[in-house]
Nanobody
Framework: QVVLVESGGGLVQAGGSLRLSCAASGVTIGHYTLAWFRQAPGKEREFVAVISWGGGNTYYVDSVKGRFTIARDNAKNTVFLQMASLKPEDTAAYYC??????????????????WGQGTQVAVSS
């Protein structure tokens, strides 16, 4: 059973930074593709970033390119999302997700069978 637990969310002013973490248990994540999604109130869940199992390949939604960085530490079974230059429109619940299915860097949430419970990020203007 894969369990993902996010942490690091909070309230920050526009222009500030946060670092989200997602710790996995019940599995060794070394061969899992890991991703971050977010969901704002009244909106659909949105892809944010994904990282390949080896960490060598990443992909971001255009709105966060140059501001967010996804990284993983397989030895610690953890994936991170470093967020900088935060904007009010980044306000959302952030979820990490994992998949061991083939298919490359997936941005479709239906491709991920394992999800964390989410951590809230609020950016004030």
């Amino acid at each position: 059973q894969v369990v993902l637990v996010e942490s690091g969310g909070g309230l920050v002013q526009a222009g500030g930074s946060l670092r989200l973490s997602c710790a996995a248990s019940g599995v060794t994540i070394g061969h899992y593709t890991l991703a971050w999604f977010r969901q704002a109130p009244g909106k659909e869940r949105e892809f944010v970033a994904v990282i390949s199992w080896g960490g060598g390949n990443t992909y971001y939604v255009d709105s966060v390119k140059g501001r967010f960085t996804i990284a993983r530490d397989n030895a610690k079974n953890t994936v991170f999302l470093q967020m900088a230059s935060l904007k009010p429109e980044d306000t959302a619940a952030y979820y990490c997700a994992a998949t061991d299915r083939a298919g490359g860097l997936q941005s479709d949430p239906t491709r991920y069978p394992y999800w964390g419970q989410g951590t809230q990020v609020a950016v004030s203007s």
